[in-house]
């Protein structure tokens, strides 16, 4: 059959199968789905309905009333859903309703119909809007308000909080089982009255945002949901974490999930850097070998440059991230060659290079011995305890100093020696 993509004779479709699918892979290689084809070749949306309920041998139905009475009808005879679903089909509900405020933010992010139909996106019109379409659904006040999905005036229980009003959201999953919305205006920067990103008071990030969209790579994090987002729509396994570095919680959750290799990308600033050596921490701790994804001072976001159409910028950056035995010698050069000497930061890289695997340790020797500055424990702790003596400590003080500073434990011990 001709290929409604590319328009050669050489597509074919399997019978029960809902795509056509085209072998031009140099040329064209695309899937469509039939609705697309149907749409591409001129019909309305209610004439492929016709048409594919026509071919499937089942009764379209007759009007947006008729869609409403048997809505209605199944909604009294089936299982009430849990709140995470009730919340899904009620944003995605709204979002169809007003498309225009989604319309807004995918032409603001430069997101194509294709893209924005795979992130399916909802959107928060008014709490008290959400709220009754919730409670149609049998999620009570109580329930919405624990999982976050309306906010309520502890001064006035009788008052819900505007916070997500008028913002597109996606679904954060959550322990629970239950989603947890992000929400963000659909344009703009937004102001500190109404900031441009909100989430959930329940909100907790443990299971990272995207973790189970896999894709065949080493899985990334960002921290912005929309970097994890362009990650994602360029073929990286990427994932928000929701704040500047992985947490214990969130590395755990990897490590329960089988996550063996992990790379962070960072802003190329002070605090990203510093970030850095707080996940190294959290994840080699828990047996995943850790990488760094620096940007470089005044380099675009993931999303800015999936944007900009540098997609391979991207690919490059992940192909080349520094595992972190690397990225925690290179630290230590750096915070040795500021004047003065940040020694506090450098001890704590010290710190963080002791949890490191075998894979990232062995990196780390190298460097370490490279560069001139390699500690052992024993060392770190007396050099400690001798800098904390002469500046008045207590010796019982010090030692305890000493032991919460390196995990070494310095104790005293007298001994008779004979002369003779």
Known sequence: ????????????????SGYIQCPRKNKCGQSTSLWDALVLNGFRDADVVTELCRVANVE???????ISAATNSASQTSA???????IFQVTQYLAGKHPALVAELAQERGLSANQLKLMKLGLYTTPEEVLTLLEQKGISKEVAALKGYVEIDPADTTRLL???????????????GDFRLWGRLPKGAGDKRSPKYRFAPSLKKNIPYLFNSRK???????????????????????????????????????????????AQMLDGDEAGFDSGV??????????????IIPLGAGMDDADALRRSGKPETLHHLVAGRINAGEYLARM?????????????????????????????????NRYASAFGYEI??????????????????????????????????????KEDINND
């Open 376 to 413: 052992s424990v024993e060392q770190e702790a007396a050099s400690t305890f001798a800098s904390l003596i002469n500046v008045g400590f207590d010796p019982k003080e010090a030692v305890d100093a000493v032991a919460r500073k390196t995990g070494m434990r310095i104790t005293f011990q």
């Open 162 to 176: 505007s916070g997500m009003t008028g913002r597109v959201v996606g679904y954060w999953p959550h322990p629970d």
């Open 332 to 364: 230590c050069t750096a915070y040795l060659n500021q004047r003065p000497a940040n020694i506090k930061a450098f001890n704590r890289v010290i710190s963080t290079s002791r949890c490191l695997t075998p894979a990232s340790r062995a990196v780390w």
């Open 216 to 262: 065949p790579s080493i899985l990334v994090g960002v921290e912005g949901v929309f970097d994890a987002w362009a990650l994602q729509l360029l073929d990286i396994w990427g994932c928000a974490v929701g704040q500047a570095s992985v947490n214990a919680a969130q590395a755990q959750f990897f490590a329960e999930k089988g996550v063996t290799e992990y």
């Open 60 to 66: 379209p139905p007759k009007n947006k009333r008729d």
């Open 80 to 86: 009430p859903v849990s709140a995470g679903k009730a």
């Open 1 to 16: 059959m001709v290929c409604p993509v590319c328009g050669e004779p050489e597509a074919f479709h399997f019978p029960g």
């Open 278 to 291: 707080t996940t190294i921490r959290n994840c080699e701790a828990a047996g995943i070998v850790t990488s």
